[in-house]
């Protein structure tokens, strides 16, 4: 046989197989020259995102998209004081999420204060606060603020600790800062970075990574 036919009968013999796995798909009975392997999972042959209706690859209907901005919910393990004061990124909501899912494992509620106004840019009275990233918190998972006398809670410390991925920093007072770090230390606890900060000894302002 010359090259011309080999390739030929290549050529056909793998459009016979594709042939195969098209038929099984669509009648998941009939088969060419291969067992029925593929009718079982018709969707291996859709592009990622659609899915194999019986016909034709159709699009997977998904969530509607959420808002790149908006305000962080209340959820689980969250107490949000204002709505209207807590605009954040889709990303930073996530990781407030999953603060609240944390906080709930140590009964408490991560105490969310200002964040981000209705659109990002400069938020009064702060200096920062204007990318959605900037969050103020309570130094205990109760109330907010946090009284200047009254210790940060081992709760806090275990969201703080736990949820140390996707933080750039946390901006404490001086003596918030060692309070924290000999907590940290005493229980052996992983810490994200923290930032002294003047004007932090009744919350925490935790900045996370862009
Ligand atoms: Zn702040």
Redesign the pocket.
């Known amino acids: 046989m010359g090259l011309v036919d080999r390739i030929r009968s290549a050529l056909a013999e793998l459009g016979v197989r594709l042939v195969g796995r098209l038929v099984s798909v669509r009648s998941r009975s009939f088969m060419l020259d291969e067992p029925d392997v593929w009718g079982a999972v018709p969707v291996a042959y859709c592009p990622v995102g659609s899915v194999w209706d019986g016909q034709k690859c159709v699009a997977l209907v998904g969530p509607a998209p959420e808002p790149e901005w908006a305000p962080v919910p209340s959820t689980s393990g969250v107490r949000v004081r204002n709505s209207k004061r807590a605009y954040a990124t889709s990303k930073t909501r996530a990781w407030v999420r999953n603060a609240g899912l944390v906080a709930v494992q140590v009964d408490g509620e991560l105490q969310v204060a ?1 964040v981000s106004g209705p659109e990002p840019g400069p938020f009064p009275p ?1 200096v ?2 204007a990318a959605g990233r ?1 969050l ?1 918190v309570a130094y205990r998972l109760d109330t907010y603020p946090t009284p200047a006398d009254v210790p940060i809670s081992q709760g806090f410390l275990a969201v703080l600790s736990a949820m140390r991925e996707g933080v750039e920093t946390v ?1 404490v007072s001086i003596a918030r800062k060692a309070e924290i770090e000999a907590l940290a230390a005493s229980l052996g606890w992983p810490l994200p970075k923290l930032s002294a900060w003047p004007g932090h000894q009744t919350h925490a ?1 935790v900045r996370l990574r862009a």
């Open positions: 200002d702060h920062s606060h900037d103020d901006g302002h």
